[in-house]
């Protein structure tokens, strides 16, 4: 995904939707029906993977230095790799890139 020509607003809009997309990536690793958790390492590794997506959002608001959407987003693609979910990952991504995202402000 380039992600070169966005502005810091599209960039921070961008952030949001994968991190809202990941929380419903993650419902994978429940079993359906009931409280339990099926894959509690994976469910683990999506906090955490949420964990920097949610600190690179806080730094794009607060406009100080944190992780920039690229190093999410090779984040995301080891966390893929390492727990077999780079379909998810992808749709994670297509999904949060799927509508329009503005030029400037």
Not at 27 to 51: A, F, K
Not at 72 to 86: H, K, S
Request: hydrophobic fraction near 40%; aromatic fraction near 6%; proline fraction near 3%.
């Amino acid at each position: 995904m380039d992600v070169s020509g966005l502005s810091h607003f599209a960039r921070t809009i961008l952030l949001a939707r994968i991190a809202h997309q990941l929380t419903v990536a993650a419902r994978s690793t429940y079993e359906p029906g009931t409280e339990n958790i099926l894959e509690p390492n994976v469910l683990r590794g999506y906090n955490e993977l949420l964990h920097r997506v949610t600190s690179s959002i806080r730094s794009h608001v607060d406009r100080t230095e944190g992780m920039s959407l690229e190093a999410v987003l090779e984040t995301m693609e080891e966390f893929g790799v390492r727990f077999n979910r780079v379909d998810e990952i992808n749709w994670v991504i297509s999904l949060a890139e799927a509508k329009t995202l503005p030029v400037e402000n």
